[in-house]
């Protein structure tokens, strides 16, 4: 059940939170660099833990615990190097598929600063 007010229903909800995975991994797609980070050939799986997981961060419903337990961002990230470029083309399609939503200044800023956070959080090698 979502939050009465969270972010996650003042942004519109599971469309606006779909719109912007969607948007993001049509980017990764053709990344030559983030690309080959996901070893499953349809990056649909990846797309929906993603999208559920942030739809749960942000106040909706429950369902990426539901499915798969704490999300223990860190440690299932370890096994793929993610160093300063992978985080800064991974912001930068983050950002392209920000963008497409047309959130208002202030409900923009806060979802950037935590992917920004987010993003720096899984670096794990310096190469």
Do not use: C
Request: charged residues 25%.
């Amino acid at each position: 059940m979502p939050h009465a007010g969270s972010f996650y229903e003042l942004v519109g909800g599971e469309p606006t939170f779909r719109k912007l995975i969607d948007e993001f991994y049509a980017g990764v797609a053709t990344d030559p660099l983030l690309r080959p980070l996901y070893p499953e050939e349809d990056l649909g799986p990846a797309a929906d833990r993603l999208r559920l997981f942030l739809i749960q961060y942000w106040g909706g419903p429950n369902t990426y615990s539901q499915q798969r337990g704490h999300p223990r961002l860190r440690m299932r990230h370890a096994p793929f190097p993610i160093g300063p470029a992978e985080r800064d083309a991974w912001l930068r399609h983050m950002r392209r598929a920000q963008d497409t939503l047309n959130l208002p200044p202030e409900q923009d800023a806060r979802l950037w600063q935590y992917l920004e956070h987010a993003a720096h959080f899984m670096v794990n090698t310096e190469d």
